[in-house]
C-alpha cells in the first residue's frame, strides 16, 4: 500500500513508456519527486503539448505541428531525391547517420493486409501524385529487410518504374563491426552477391 | 535534425526520468507519438498533478497530498511500533516486502554533515517529540548499512535511549540465494558475529 493515490496513479501512467516495468517506473516517480520537480513539471507540459499538436506533415507523412515539416519546407534540400522510410524513427536514423541531403517519404508502417496496411494506409496515391510531379529523379528505398519490407519495397520499385524514376535500395551487407562467422546465413548470401570492384 | 520543434524538446525533457538516455528518450518519445497518445496524455496529467499536489506528510514526513498520510491516518497500525527509514522508496520496499503493521518516520536523507544533512534536516526534532508522546514502545532502524547510514543508525538509538523506548536494528547477513564464497567481508562477519541459535 502507497502512502499516496497520486503517486500510485503516477506509478501506473509511467507504465504508458516502453520498456518500463512496474520497478523502473516507481524508481522514475520517486526519483523526480524528490530531485527533479522542474524538470517533471516540463516534461509534463512537453507531454501535452507534443500529443495535442504533433500531427503528420502533409507531405511527406512524418510528425510535424506544422502543415509542412521543417525538412519539406528546407528549400536548401535535394528536390530530386526522395528516401522513402517506413517510420519517422528510421528518417532520424537516416538523418543522423548519413549526409543525406534529399527529401523524405514516411510510409507510417509497412505493407501487411492482415494489418489492415494495404497501399492507401501508406499514402502511396500521395507519392504516387509526388512523383507524377516530375522533380523526383532518384526515389531511395529504405524499408527494412524483413519479409514485409521486400514486400514494401517491391511496390515501392513498380510505383517508381510507372512514373520512369530510377528506384535505388539500401545495401545489404556485412556490417561494420561484424565478423563472417556470425553473420546470418541470409546477410551474407547478400553480401556475396553485391560484392563490389575494389 | 528533427522534423519538428516539439518533438525535439520532449525527447529532451524525457532524459529528466533516471536512466534515461538519447536514445531512450528518442524510442519513448516515438512509440507514445505512434502508439499511445492517450497513454501520453495521462501520464502529462498525473505528473503535473503529482508534482503539483504531492508533499510531506506533516507526521512521518513520507510523500502524500495530504497533511496527514494514508498510513498515517490507518488506525488499523500497530501505534507502538515506529520504523525509521532513509526514503520513501525504502519505506514502500519494506511495505510491499514484509508483513509489517506499525507507522513509519522518513528522514528524507541520512546523516551526512557534509552535504548539510545534520539532524534538524532529518526531522529529528518531530521524531524526538514522537518518541516523547509516549505511544512508541520499539524504534525499528532501517536505515540503510552504508558509513553514513550507520551513523544515523547510532544517532537514532541514542534518541530512543533518552525516550526509554526500545531500539532495534534490521539484520545483516547472508542474503538469500547468495554464497559464501561470494559475499563481502563485512557482512560475512556480520553474519557470523550474529547467528542464530537452530
Redesign the interface.
Known sequence: ???????A??IE??R????VGAK?A?????????R??A????????????????GN?TR?R????DAL????ANDARDRSLLCVVE???D??AI?QATGYRGHYFVL?GRLSPLDGMGPKELGLDLLAQRLAEGEVHELIIATNPTVEGEATAHMLAQLAHAASVRASRLAHGVPLGGELEFIDRGTLAHAFGGRQTL
Request: a negative charge; hydrophobic letters at 45%; proline letters at 5%.
Open positions: 500500500m502507497s502512502s499516496s493515490p497520486l503517486l496513479d503516477l501512467a509511467l504508458c513508456l516502453p520498456g523502473t516507481q524508481r522514475m516517480a520517486f526519483h523526480v519527486l524528490e527533479d520537480r524538470g517533471a513539471r516540463r516534461l509534463a507540459e512537453r507531454l501535452a503539448l507534443a500529443v495535442e499538436r504533433i506533415c511527406c512524418t510528425f510535424s505541428e515539416c521543417a525538412l519539406c517510420t519517422p524513427v528518417q532520424l538523418e507510417l
